[in-house]
């Protein structure tokens, strides 16, 4: 029985202590997994208040049956989710931030570069709209960019869209952003650790034909048999 237990708890660690919630497959948003130093210190005196995410909104393994490779970027921006595809048919869905419609991109790019806690530069458009902003904006927790920036490039130019954290997470399940895909930071930081230079990024149009193809019962698959 004292094997047995061991057993369970080795299994466990090696997981990363993600599943909360063996039927839904729900994983936990708030672990350190993957954390640097620097992360942890800075994720600990955050200048904004943590939002309360829906549980839509969590991070879920889910099964996925459409057909990009696993190690793809899926961005359903109808429901504002985003998927890691992982082999054997299922994937990672985050609840992201998309932008409003008129401001949003959609297409085939990858990640072209990637950086942490990135500093924040103002487009031309941003400052038009938004303005007047600072020029430049050091990375860190009071940064709109976040814990993570993932720069989406097609070809070799840079499409002006990212794929970055927040300093805003109740806005996560909405359209308000300048276009650019935003996640909490916790999800950003585990996105950031599953991806590299070259990962391909699909973004779907809003109200296209490929939005269809996801059920908004998509069944939530278990990491596990532990909980």
Known sequence: MMMRALAFVIAAVALGGCVSDMAGGTLDPVGETGWSQRDKDLM???????????????????????????????????????????????????????????????????????????????????????????????GGPHNPMGARGMYL???????????????QPEYIGTAVSSGCIRMTNEDAIDLYNHVKIGTPVVVLAPHSDDNKLFSPRMALAPLSSAN
């Open 44 to 138: 600990s005196n955050l200048p904004y208040n943590q939002a309360s995410i829906p549980e839509t909104y969590r991070r879920h393994i889910v099964e996925y049956h459409r057909k990009e490779a696993p190690g793809t970027i899926l961005i359903d921006s109808d429901n504002k989710f985003l998927y890691y595809v992982l082999p054997q048919g299922k994937a990672i869905r985050y609840g992201v931030a998309v932008g409003e419609e008129a401001q949003a991109w959609s297409g085939l790019a990858k990640i072209g570069r990637m950086e942490e806690w990135p500093p924040w530069i103002p487009t031309p458009g941003e400052q038009t709209r938004l303005g007047p902003l600072p020029a430049y904006v050091t």
């Open 153 to 167: 490039y097609v070809g070799n130019k840079d499409t002006l869209y990212r794929i970055h954290g927040t300093n």
